[in-house]
């Protein structure tokens, strides 16, 4: 159980295209949805956090007019790359926490996608 | 700022034997830590967790130990296998609800 399909795995565009990427839960309801970011080399960047039926919350220094996420439905969450460039280029990965499992603490595990990487030319 | 630290940027280790990977945080708020491991062009796989009221958590040849009073936690492979080659993250949060706060990740390497 626990899985969350991303999509395209990769794309290549052109400078000042826009780009769609995909995160969906398979087999659970995820009521929020997270995206990262990752350098080459480097730690995961938490970029928002998605909530189904309300705006997502960007984390300091992600501009929220150039990543639009949107979280329609509680099996998919959209990021779109608004007038990519160069320096957009990155793997983009999303991820999706099951529903609470109850405990103390409470479980806070996220499942990842498979991830996108994304290439502006 | 870090606050979850992965010091040693790779591993190597022979297979059969143990692969110790190690994680420091600063942040005394975090009550849940996660590792996970993540091969090339692929996302983070889930491997096991360990929350702040136990000092260990044990799952086949995965063991987490936690630490406290040091602020660090640790993560054992025993017996190591070619198929563990990956970078590990370690990753903590503050309540059920917190954000994840991943380290930079260790490389393993596993020689035949």
């Known amino acids: 159980g626990a899985v969350v399909s991303q999509h395209p795995s990769r794309v290549i565009c052109k400078s000042g295209t826009s780009v769609k990427i995909e995160c969906r839960s398979l087999?659970?309801?995820?009521?929020?949805m997270f995206w990262y970011r990752q350098f080459p080399k480097k730690s995961l960047m938490l970029m928002a956090t998605s909530n189904e039926g309300s705006k997502a919350t960007y984390e300091q220094g992600v501009e929220k007019d150039k990543f639009l996420i949107n979280h329609a439905s509680l099996t998919l969450s959209t990021l779109t790359v608004t007038s990519a460039h160069p320096e957009d280029s990155s793997f983009y990965i999303c991820s999706a926490k099951t529903p609470g499992q109850g405990g103390h603490p409470a479980k806070n595990i996220q499942y990842f996608g498979a991830g996108t990487r994304l290439s502006v030319l | 700022d870090q606050q979850v630290k992965q010091n040693s940027p790779s591993l190597s280790v022979q297979e059969g034997r143990i692969s110790i990977l190690n994680c420091d945080y600063t942040n005394s708020m975090f009550d849940y830590f996660l590792w996970y491991k993540k091969y090339p062009a692929e996302g983070p796989t889930f491997l096991i967790s360990i929350s702040s009221i136990k000092d260990k958590n044990e799952d086949g040849r995965f063991t987490v130990f936690l630490n406290k009073s040091a602020k660090h936690l640790s993560l054992h492979i025993v017996p190591s296998q070619p198929g563990d080659s990956a970078v590990y993250f370690c990753a903590a949060s503050a309540g059920s609800w917190g954000k994840l706060q991943f380290g930079a990740g260790t490389q393993v390497v596993v020689t035949p």
């Open positions: 087999d659970f309801q995820a009521t929020t």
